[in-house]
């Protein structure tokens, strides 16, 4: 055999060789902490205690950070992605797993608040009451420590929110959404809350990443070109009741019903949101209005809608309308507005991180007073019962 063949069989053997190797395996997720201030802490899932963390230190899968009132940590994931914790916050780095369109990268958030800058691919966060989710990038998660009531801003990119009764809500760039914690009396879960951002929800993003600043400078634009050149088109209820046919056929809409037209509610607490059923609806719109022009809306198959107020955290007068859906998804008719008032909401409440309990100091038996008629006492004397 000459030699050419020789060098042929050779490297068909290498290359088999090296066909038959194990793939190495993908490195699983990991993070780097970094721009650490106050108190932070972390346990990886194979520890049994928190622990204080220094910076550039690790957190593996499966691991799980807490942050004090005043801790602060930034996340660097190794696929590309950042997460920036503010305090009181706690979370569980869950998965980084490949799915549909790159990534996933899957957090369990119990309290507190996340910023999350994707790196392509999605990031689904788990909340007490609900998921929410982000294709392409920017989205605040926060969880009330009071309430487990779920606060969501899209600041850039898909984001979404569905709460364990599956309805969902899609929501893009400069929108909000609210997912509702479970109705400790019915077991029931309000359906989600989708709105527009408002400027402090631009500004906490700018305080917390400097990354955001060309997307803040953009909106904040946007903002200031939308109030100097459009205003608030009214439509009078009576035109509104003018275009409703007479005799109560089934494109008459609806009409609101609860609370009454003028109504002044308070800061917190549940209001029940009411109005007369359409026969041909599928589903409502419930449209929320502040008197800065920022909206809210919730959807909902029944005629009348139960929430806490202080998820619209404004003050002042705000006007709600209803708009009726078919089941052709088309939009049948909106109702007239009516208008309420409220109080601004009180800022939430940080939760503070448990502490373990003192325990008191043994008593000093010098300082102890001896009973003679305590038959377990050291002093015990039988004088006491007259011997």
Request: hydrophobic share 35%.
């Amino acid at each position: 055999m000459n030699k050419k063949g020789l060098l042929f069989i050779l490297f068909a053997v290498i290359a088999a060789l090296t066909a038959c190797q194990p793939k190495a395996e993908d490195s699983p997720l990991s993070a780097t902490l970094s721009e650490i201030t106050g108190l932070v802490q972390i346990r990886q899932a194979e520890a049994d205690a928190f622990e204080s963390v220094s910076a550039s230190a690790t957190l593996n899968v499966n691991g799980q950070i807490q942050t004090g009132d005043d801790g602060r940590v930034r996340l660097d994931l190794s696929s590309g992605t950042i997460i920036r914790v503010a305090p009181s916050s706690l979370f569980t780095l869950t998965s980084n797993d490949e799915g549909d369109g790159g990534l996933l990268t899957k957090i369990k958030m119990e309290v507190g608040k996340i910023f999350i800058i994707l790196n392509g691919g999605r990031a689904d966060v788990e909340t007490p009451s609900g998921v929410a989710s982000v294709r392409g990038s920017y989205m605040k998660v926060e969880v009330d420590p009071n309430t487990n009531d779920v606060y969501v801003t899209c600041l850039e990119g898909n984001c979404s929110v569905r709460n364990p009764n599956g309805e969902e809500v899609n929501f893009t760039n400069g929108q909000r959404a609210v997912l509702f914690h479970q109705d400790p009396n019915t077991g029931e879960w309000n359906s989600p809350l989708l709105g527009d951002m408002t400027p402090d929800e631009f500004q906490e993003w700018l305080d917390n990443n400097p990354e955001a600043q060309a997307l803040f400078d953009q909106a904040m634009a946007a903002l200031t070109a939308t109030s100097a050149t459009e205003a608030p088109t009214e439509v009078p209820p009576t035109e509104i009741d003018a275009a409703a046919p007479e005799g109560g056929s089934s494109n008459a809409c609806s009409q609101i019903q609860e609370p009454a037209n003028g109504s002044s509610l308070g800061k917190a607490g549940q209001v029940n949101f009411a109005w007369s059923e359409h026969p041909d609806a599928q589903a409502y719109v419930i449209t929320f209005v502040n008197a800065d022009g920022s909206t809210a809306r919730i959807e909902t198959s029944t005629n009348s809608a139960e929430f806490y107020i202080e998820v619209l955290p404004n003050g002042g007068s705000y006007e709600w309308f209803v708009t009726v859906y078919g089941a052709d998804g088309k939009e049948i008719c909106a109702s007239p507005s009516a208008q309420f008032s409220k109080p601004k909401a009180d800022p939430t409440e940080k939760a503070k991180p448990e502490k373990e309990e003192e325990q008191e100091p043994p008593a000093d038996p010098s300082n102890t007073t001896c009973d003679p008629c305590d038959p377990f006492g050291s002093c015990y004397s039988y004088s006491c019962f007259g011997y």
